[in-house]
């Protein structure tokens, strides 16, 4: 007798194919996902283009040096990769807020348990939207309006009888690319805790998960606040929230301060990463486990 019980994956599709699918589903159903991150590099593209060509040309008359117009452009490029950056996390914020709490409250959930696809990995699947196919398009969004960046403002200063490669000259873009994987990592590490409670919380809030998310922290960091006159709690959420990412001096930057190797110091050797790590994968097993016993609103 060939029985096919729900939660056990169909004869032929593995658990890898199956989350491959889960995820594809996600992308379907929130198509938010990648178009805005896209739309950010497109709209911030042609701001900075035409800024850019206005900026050089009021200053390259005063003397500006070729390194100084490099090292100006490669702030520019880290701009780009901040903004499509804040954009993806704003976008999954949103997503992991909903993620779990959306299918309850139209009563998909009760079609989606019905199919042979396990709690854990919709759970997983979910929560690999935010921890790794966003930051991906967020990155790959980024490195193309940088290309595009580059493009037009290499053809820019053609025209105005200045060097070819003078801005590539600034960094390798090998060293560019590495630098950007790394951030993908890190910032995905980074905000899993975040991420994994957004969704730990769409799992069992009845009504409204974005402010029951942010408005317990909150409560936390004022309660340790008025009793101790600490801010740990603000500190260590903020922290992770950011992705680590230590703050960041945009006029340094303008002035040509090594801004490549400054902008995005996330450090990778901390206990308070790894930490957030362990408490991500508890948070997103106890959604697993919550899925399991949920029902419709």
Request: net charge positive.
């Amino acid at each position: 007798m060939n029985r096919n019980i729900a939660g056990d994956p169909p004869k032929g599709f593995g658990w890898p194919r199956l989350l491959y699918w889960s995820v594809q589903r996600e992308l379907w159903e929130n198509r938010s996902v990648i178009a805005a991150p896209v739309g950010v590099a497109v709209v911030i593209i042609v701001a900075l283009t035409v800024g850019a060509w206005r900026l050089h040309g009021a200053t390259v008359g005063a003397g500006l040096k070729h390194t100084e117009l490099s090292e100006l452009f490669s702030a520019m490029e880290d701009v780009i990769g901040a903004l499509v950056t804040l954009a993806a996390l704003v976008i999954g914020i949103f997503y992991a807020s909903g993620a779990l709490y959306n299918e309850r409250r139209d009563r998909t959930i009760l079609f989606w348990k019905s199919l042979p696809v396990s709690n854990i990995v919709t759970v997983v699947a979910k929560a690999a939207v935010p921890l790794v196919v966003l930051p991906l398009i967020a990155a790959i969004a980024t490195l193309a309006a940088q290309i595009m960046f580059i493009g037009l403002a290499e053809l820019y200063l053609i025209a105005k009888g200045l060097s070819l490669g003078l801005l590539w000259q600034h960094d390798s873009e090998w060293a560019h690319l590495r630098r950007l994987a790394i951030n993908i990592v890190v910032l995905s590490l980074w905000s899993a805790p975040i991420y994994a409670w957004l969704l730990l919380v769409s799992g069992w809030a009845r009504r409204a998960p974005f402010l029951w998310a942010f408005g317990l922290p909150v409560g936390a960091m004022i309660f340790e606040r008025l009793a101790f006159g600490t801010n740990h709690v603000g500190q260590i959420f903020m922290r992770h929230l950011l992705g680590g990412v230590e703050r960041i001096s945009v006029k340094a930057c303008l002035q040509g301060e090594n801004c490549s190797e400054s902008a995005l110091k996330i450090p990778f050797d901390q206990t308070q990463l790894w930490a957030g790590v362990a408490v991500a994968v508890i948070l997103i097993s106890v959604a697993i486990l919550q899925r399991r016993r949920a029902a419709w609103l």
